[in-house]
């Protein structure tokens, strides 16, 4: 994929072009609102939002990491997303089988390579994550989840955040040590092979 | 608990940010400082529970639709001129049907019959009241029935002079012509927008 023709040719109005972008990068968008929004049907309303508002706004585009660019545009339709739901508060539906009760883990979630154990720790580990992460100021949250779940370097992240680079670390530390407290708190939950697990450095 | 700048180093060093002599220093402290080195594993847990959770795959397709992002089929090039005249073509038909038209009032023959009815009015001699609107009324023939009757018979000869000095028919009907044109070039104009949308579905 040539990512800059594409954007070139997007940017003269060619959809085509714009859909093969958004075929690539659907999942970022998503799994990024997902977090922030810890809501899958808003997740995918601010995905689809995102994806309008980059296309029309595509022509202010001026090079760099597209990707950080379409994730400021995914962050910037989680907040108007949040706000829309302060003002009319709904209740999410959760899927339901054919006798009405609710799934707690729909089947297109799941990851065909796990035994059903492990499925399940994964739950838990996810579960108490969005949790904590839920449990964060968004702006707190919006940095972690770029840094942390999309892995885009910080001066990505002060892009994408329209923020400082200084404010960018001060905000990952900080995020990352109440999100370290919170977890505390799910620690006896968590299955034993995600406790204090540590990356080798 | 490390103080703030402590943890935001930390939080640095774990993402590789720190200059090789900033991280040398710090892995010094770290070897004799075990707060220093339980805050560190407190961060990298975090880190790395973030970056364990499963990235989803989008549960649809995010792809945009031309109605989407409000994008309008390209129409042919004459679409401007035909446009233009029939607008044109419309404007020179009301103008043409305003000059050319009869008076409405000639149109229904009502002048003479009106004028007498108006000075009724106007000398106080309307109907008198509740007679006026009785059943009876209704059955009764109406007094001007006669002057109404005459308008309707052939031309009279006080009629005929007035006729005569009416100019004679046109020997073209140019209102007719631009109803016809404008008629037409909005009818081509329906039909270039729909070739034009349904080329692209």
């Known amino acids: 994929m040539d990512e800059t023709a594409l954007i070139a040719s997007a940017q003269q109005g060619d959809l085509d072009a714009f859909n093969t972008l958004v075929l690539h990068y659907q999942n970022a968008v998503f799994n990024t609102a997902l977090r922030i929004l810890g809501d899958d049907d808003s997740a995918q309303d601010a995905a689809q939002e995102a994806f309008i508002s980059a296309f029309q706004s595509l022509k202010s585009f001026r090079g760099g990491s597209f990707k950080a660019w379409l994730l400021r545009t995914t962050t910037n339709a989680c907040l108007d997303e949040l706000r829309r739901q302060k003002r009319r508060p709904v209740v999410p539906l959760e899927p339901q089988t054919d006798d009405g009760e609710e799934i707690d883990s729909p089947k297109w979630l799941t990851d065909p390579n796990l035994t059903p154990d492990q499925q399940s720790e994964a739950d838990e580990l996810e579960h108490a994550v969005q949790h904590c992460l839920d449990s964060l100021p968004v702006e707190f949250r919006a940095v972690i989840v770029l840094a942390d779940v999309q892995e885009l370097d910080y001066a990505e992240v002060a892009r994408a955040a329209r923020i400082p680079l200084g404010t960018v670390k001060s905000r990952i530390a900080r995020a990352r040590l109440r999100l370290r407290e919170c977890l505390r708190g799910f620690e006896e939950l968590l299955p034993s092979s995600f406790r204090l697990k540590e990356e080798q450095a | ?201």
């Open chain 2, 1 to 201: 608990m490390k103080n703030f700048s402590d943890i935001e180093f930390l939080s640095e060093y774990l993402d590789g940010r720190l200059t090789a002599n900033d991280a040398a220093q710090l892995e010094l402290r770290l070897r004799s400082d075990p707060e220093l080195e339980s805050a560190l594993q407190d961060l990298r847990a975090a880190r790395s529970f973030l970056r364990q959770l499963p990235q989803r795959k989008a549960p649809r397709n995010f792809a945009l639709t031309r109605q989407m992002v409000g994008l309008k089929p390209p129409l042919p090039r004459a679409y401007p001129l035909f446009k233009f005249a029939s607008a044109f073509a419309a404007a020179l038909f009301l103008f043409s049907f305003a000059v050319h038209a009869p008076p409405l009032s000639a149109g229904f023959g009502g002048s003479a019959a009106a004028a007498p009815a108006v000075a009724m009015y106007d000398a106080g001699e309307a109907p008198a009241g509740d007679a006026a609107f009785s059943p009876e009324s209704f059955a009764a023939p109406l007094p001007e029935e006669e002057p109404t009757a005459k308008m309707l018979q052939a031309p009279t000869e006080e009629s005929a002079p007035l006729e005569a000095d009416l100019p004679s028919a046109a020997p073209f009907n140019w209102t007719a012509l631009f109803f016809i044109v404008a008629l037409l070039g909005n009818g081509a104009l329906l039909i270039m927008r729909y070739s034009a949308s349904a080329k692209w579905r």
